[in-house]
């Protein structure tokens, strides 16, 4: 793949206040930029050495004014980020210094980087595959310790050794085949369809595998997607605030206070479990409230877990059981909340009308039975998608798309050998298979897919 070789540039530290700040550099200019600007305190006859950091002042070239005091790093190509040169300048980190310094690399003839376009120039220059970048905004973007383990097993090449494996067994059943069409009449054996068709069982089988462990990688990557359902005042708002440990949502004893869903991240036992406080359920005529139950209800739509809250210091009213309808696809788990008040509920009842659902009791407000509840979440997610962090590699739904395609590709073939359908037939749905998994790698994508990946990046990554 070619791409335009210019010189590239872009703050890489965070926008804003820090004790310092980095700009890159990358690209053929690198070093004769940094020349431009960087005046060494001890210059050293030859110049600056690679990878041995220079103090020294950036200046304005124009004006020959100093804009800061930093120290200056050189990378030769090609062993670096980009396996371009590079240049690093390591500067205090505000936000006019930042700017001021990233101005002057660019009047002397950088481009300002897109986002990710560093990353990107790695997986162009083929120090990096496609899977690889991606880990390199999972890693940046791991919400747990676990998410933050498997993006590093993949950025170390974990899914591309997996998907490479796959292609070179690919590849052999693939020489086979062809082998059996230019030796048609000879009786090689392995060569009959059978034994190519139990390869390509195999193969499937290896491959669904792979899929089966991609429900938890998407949760790790993601987070699971959790939704507090209730009626109004039921204590929805005061659990969100319980579970984050602080008072991030309004809570008030005026039923229908929330309007808005509110989004945020907690950690259960490194599971990232993104819960979601919603309106409470009702009919409303007030306008703005029924938006919210509206969204609420769209939240629960795509939810993965529902957290269903009951009072338990109230009798079961219509209203929690209209709920009932709505979420009876779901994963359930009854949260019975306000247990530190008189109980009034019929947890028979509420039995009879969610049955098999677990009930966990809680007090939002004294901070009780929120470990059971955390514990329930745990369980929950571990029984439907297996552990979390043994021998996953697939977390994005990029990959479990491009390795469902060379699934459906082998099935075909598989069909094509017990039908003893043409050789050539078969051939073209392994060859299929094999472009699907290249597109994991990155061996066969198009631009549209490497922008699209791109584009989530951060700039100066
Ligand atoms: N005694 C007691 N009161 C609670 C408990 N949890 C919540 N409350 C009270 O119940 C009232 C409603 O709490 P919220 O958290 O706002 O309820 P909500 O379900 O978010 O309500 P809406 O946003 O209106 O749907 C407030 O007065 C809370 O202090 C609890 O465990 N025990
Ligand atoms: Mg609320």
Redesign the pocket.
Known sequence: MDYERDTIAAISTPYGEGGIGIVRISGDEAFSIAEKIFVPKKPKPGGMKPRTMYLGDIIDPETKETIDEVLLVKYTAPHTYTREDMVEINSHGGLTVQNRILEVVLSCGARMAEPGEFTKRAFLNGRIDLSQAEAVIDLIRAKTDRALKIAMEQLKGGLSSQIGDLRQELIKVLANIEASIDFPEDDIPGLDPESLRAEVIDLIKKMEDLLNKSKAGKIVREGLSTVIL?R????????LNSLLREKR?I????????RDAIEEYINVKGIPVKII?T??IRETLDEVERIGVEKALEYLENAELVLL?FDA?EELKEEDLKIAELVKDKFVILVV?????PEKIDIKKLKNVFPGRKIIR?????EEGIEELKDAIFHAVTKEVGPLDEGIVITRARHRQAIKKAVDALKRAEKELKESSPMEVVAMEVREALEFLGEITGDNVGDDVIKAIFENFCIGK
């Open positions: 209730g109004p005042n039921v204590g929805k708002s005061s659990l949502a809570v008030t004893d005026i039923p229908g206070t929330t406080d309106a409470g809250m210091s909340n306000k247990v530190d008040l809680i007090s939002a407000l004294k």
